[in-house]
């Protein structure tokens, strides 16, 4: 079907009069035609995101439901446990949609476990694996506009879905019609014992877990720690404030976005990356004793932090600093108390900064670089576990600013996360430093590595050819220099081929074929493309090395405006 027939397709589906007023309002929109039914919403191995909407192309109860369909008709072929995990968070619709997803599973006669109220995505992840399913989903957009919504889907080991079963996934929506009734409500499934409200004493146990990955949590309150914290109107308030405040940080909450909004009115995009997430933030610690500013993201997986600069303002650190600081942090302290288990490893996808590398190599501990996507940090969690080695996994992060320490969930948690910001700030305080002295001392001791991700969004109904068009024109055209910076080496994650542009040398690269390259500046730096999974962009990921900020600033100016042009 073309667009216009799948819009006369739905405009015919006896659907809600609410339903039918929305697409008569579009009928004369050509773009906004196109772009709702140009096609079938993607689901891949995220899951599905997109806008809110009427449409095939958009998220709504029966692409929602369709997708659930699909998760559980492949469930219910499988030897997994014939269970399910549903979590939600504050966007419009996520209830409902949790609820949507319930039923489908409930008709296969699926037993699905749902949160009662509004949960972090990692306790999605904790509870796969705590209550022993087969599978799990959250209902989330991350840190989009309040626009958007989305399905995450997870397997068995708590990480999100991978290759494999995402495609048989595909395949069993690809032949779900749309608009099947549902079989009975979701009330009186609940009644019928084949949906449960996820009990109070599982959040406990959340607690108690994440609490037991402390480093040195007397510290908080030997320092009086004082923070600012905002859960951006999103999932954190709750378990953030439930675990700092047990270990004693003094937390003033940011109250415009203490509440649930799915309109995010006060922080129209709700990404802990950006600056402007912690705009209301900066504006209460004006009046507030602060020490860390801290922001979660509305599924509080990703956390982001400020701290005072010194000069009457505050100086956002990001992602890769954060993950940096922290794991010299954790490496640091447990060094001290040798406990470090002999094999240990630290894990970072391949677009966080190499000066990871660096830190950990300084205190003897292998370094893993995998894909984007946190289910590969968490994969590695399985190889070990599978061995009984799950112990020698000690932190692992990603730039964009998700962190985990402990093999409890198998996603980025800010959660635990925070408590480990907050030990570290207290442990820097109660030693007359601040986080931006430890910044300072780790540029200093392994060089200034200045990060920074460029995203280019693309538009139109064609905006996912188009960027798959600027990945074939960079392989079609390799720089001999950026920014001044010979290109030394060229990684092809999609061929899985490493090639020294100097010798022509060819080497394999050990990890699962992937859409991205990487132009490596020798010890100068990076430039990584990579196009997103669910979204029509291209990423850009720049690593500028110098001696001191200056230097690695002018370098990393020029790589951007050329890779710009």
């Known amino acids: 079907m073309n667009y216009m027939e799948r819009y006369e397709f739905w405009c015919n589906a006896g659907l809600p009069e609410a339903v039918k007023a929305e697409l008569r309002a579009i009928r004369d929109d ?3 035609l196109k772009g709702r039914f140009g096609g079938d919403l993607q689901f891949g191995t995220a899951g599905m995101r997109g806008i809110m909407g009427a449409g095939s192309n958009r998220l709504n109860v029966y692409t929602v439901r369709r997708a659930a369909q699909g998760m559980a008709a492949w469930l219910s072929e499988t030897d997994l446990p014939q269970k399910a995990a549903i979590g ?67 397997g068995p080991d708590g990480c999100q879905m991978t290759d494999e079963p995402a495609a048989v996934v595909t395949e069993k929506i690809s032949q779900i019609p749309y608009f099947v009734p549902e079989a009975d409500t979701f009330e009186n499934y609940k009644t019928s014992g084949l949906i449960h409200y996820i009990d109070q004493s599982l959040w406990e146990r959340y607690y108690q877990t994440v609490l037991a990955e402390a480093v040195e949590p007397e510290m908080i309150g030997k320092a009086g720690l004082n923070i600012v914290y905002t859960p951006l109107c999103g999932t954190g308030n709750e378990p953030v404030r439930e675990v700092l405040g047990r270990l004693g940080v003094n937390i003033t909450v940011v109250e415009v976005q203490e509440k649930p909004d799915g309109d995010f009115k006060t922080c129209e995009y709700p990404n802990p990356e950006t600056d402007a997430a912690l705009n209301e933030s900066y504006k209460v610690a004006q009046n507030a004793p602060c020490d860390v500013i801290l922001g979660t993201d509305p599924d509080c997986d990703r956390v982001a932090i400020a701290v005072p600069d010194g000069k009457g303002g505050y100086r956002k650190l990001s992602g890769n600093e954060l993950g940096c600081l922290l794991m010299d942090y954790i490496l640091k302290a447990r060094t001290a108390r040798k406990d470090i288990p002999e094999g ?110 460029q995203s280019v969004e693309l538009t139109g109904a064609d905006a996912m050819e188009k960027a798959a068009k600027m990945m074939a024109d960079l392989r079609a055209s390799i720089p001999e220099s950026i920014g001044g910076a010979k290109v030394t080496c060229v990684k092809d994650y999609r061929s899985q081929v490493s090639k020294d542009v100097m010798t022509g040398e060819e080497s394999v690269i050990n990890l699962p074929k992937s859409n991205v390259l990487e132009f490596v500046l020798g010890a100068q730096g990076s430039v990584i493309a990579r196009p997103s999974g669910t979204e029509p962009k291209v990423k850009f990921y720049y690593t500028a090395v110098g001696a001191d900020e200056a230097s690695a600033k002018a370098l990393l100016d020029k790589m951007v405006a050329q890779i710009s042009k």
Request: aromatic letters at 12%.
């Open 344 to 453: 240990a490893i630290v894990v970072r996808s391949i677009v966080s900064s190499p000066l990871a590398d660096r830190i950990a190599e300084h205190y003897g501990v292998t370094m893993k670089a995998v894909l984007t996507g946190f289910k590969y940090i968490g994969g590695e969690i399985l190889e070990l576990e599978k061995k009984g080695e799950e112990k020698k996994f000690l932190f692992g992060f990603e730039e964009s600013c998700g962190y985990l320490k402990g093999t409890y969930a198998r996603d980025k948690d800010a959660v635990v996360a925070s408590m480990l910001v907050c030990e570290m700030a207290a442990a820097l305080k109660c030693s007359g430093k601040t986080i931006l002295d430890a910044l300072k001392d780790v540029y200093s001791t392994y060089g200034y590595y200045l990060a920074h991700v």
């Open 30 to 32: 050509e773009e906004e």
């Open 88 to 154: 939600y968070d504050s966007r419009h619709n996520s209830q409902l949609f949790a609820e949507v997803c319930a039923v489908a599973f409930a008709e296969k006669g699926i037993t699905t476990y749902l949160y009662d109220r509004l949960a972090p995505t990692p306790m999605l992840s904790y509870a796969v694996r705590e209550l022993g399913c087969g599978c799990g989903i959250v209902i989330s957009a991350s840190h989009n506009a309040g626009a958007y919504n989305g399905v995450k889907c997870y």
